[in-house]
């Protein structure tokens, strides 16, 4: 929409304070899931910045997320999902709710570049490790196409609707025996693996290759400013400020983004780091 009548001055104006704001704030959000209207769930994350962004849901709400204009959209795999269903949503994953699609039909898909990486992994709604050799042939198509893996870890939200979810089953460093099996495996460890924020610290500290999301944990309703400053501030300390990605994981765009913004022990460039940069170098690896 251009409104004629406005004065060129302002027209001019807008034009520069809305390139300056985009230029201050370009993200790429990691960890994203459907929604009701995906449209609507475009648009404000346009609208607060995000520019590209990695997205699981259930297979056919999945297709309605396509690349417009600038805006950027990686489609992932959600496996195994537990009784054939997205937690929370409760929608069927795939047709005839398997809970683990076929490698075939999988390796089809990324081969048309419908599947970009594997993942949100729902091993712990499962009820089994991350390592679970029933895992290990998907992660060995990733490895083979050369495309990132995501593993949700850590805890989760009331009513995700598993019954087989286990607390410990998000311990990251249970990640260690899938690693090591498919040496050079790109992961993400989704959550920052909080609150076993230590043993994600470990992983990454023996497996260069592994990065971390920050979805969750910079929402304010699940772990306070303080908290998720200090895990952040850790993973910095630790030396990987070049492997933080940042994730809205569907709460709030604006507060998740203002979580990070506020952090005051980070550069303007570390953030940038962490809203972007880290997160294009982590998805376009080419061996
Ligand atoms: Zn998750």
């Excluded at 260069?208 to 929402?219: F, G, H, L, M, R």
Aim: aromatic share 12%.
């Amino acid at each position: 929409m251009f409104n004629a009548k406005l004065p060129l001055t302002n027209v001019l104006l807008f034009l520069f304070l809305s390139s300056y704001c985009n230029a201050q704030q370009r993200i790429f959000d990691v960890h994203l899931h459907g929604a009701q209207e995906p449209r609507t769930q475009l648009e404000d994350l346009a609208k607060a910045g995000v520019y590209k962004i990695a997205i699981s849901t259930s297979w056919d709400l999945q297709q309605q997320y396509k690349e417009k204009d600038d805006f950027q959209v990686l489609r992932g795999l959600m496996v195994p999902c537990p009784n054939g269903k997205v937690p929370y949503s409760l929608q069927s994953c795939f047709k005839e709710g398997k809970e683990w699609p076929s490698l075939d039909w999988v390796e089809e898909q990324i081969k048309a570049g419908n599947i970009n990486f594997i993942g949100e992994v729902l091993s712990q709604y499962y009820g089994i490790s991350s390592s679970d050799s029933m895992l290990l042939p998907y992660y060995r198509l990733a490895k083979k196409y050369n495309i990132p893996v995501g593993i949700h870890t850590g805890s989760a939200g009331p009513d995700h609707g598993c019954p087989n979810f286990q607390e410990h089953l998000g311990n990251p460093s249970l990640m260690g025996t899938l690693l090591k099996q498919v040496p050079g495996l790109r992961v993400w460890i989704m959550h920052a693996g909080a609150p076993y924020h230590h043993d994600a610290i470990n992983i990454m500290t023996n497996f260069p290759q592994v990065y971390t999301d920050i979805s969750a944990i910079n929402n304010p309703n699940i772990f306070n400013q303080e908290k998720f400053a200090s895990i952040v501030k850790l993973f910095v300390d630790s030396g990987f400020e070049d492997r933080i990605m940042f994730g809205s994981d569907n709460s709030n765009i604006d507060t998740t983004i203002k979580s990070v913004s506020q952090l005051s022990f980070l550069t303007k460039k570390q953030k940038e780091k962490i809203f972007h940069l880290n997160a294009e170098r982590f998805f376009e690896a080419k061996d």
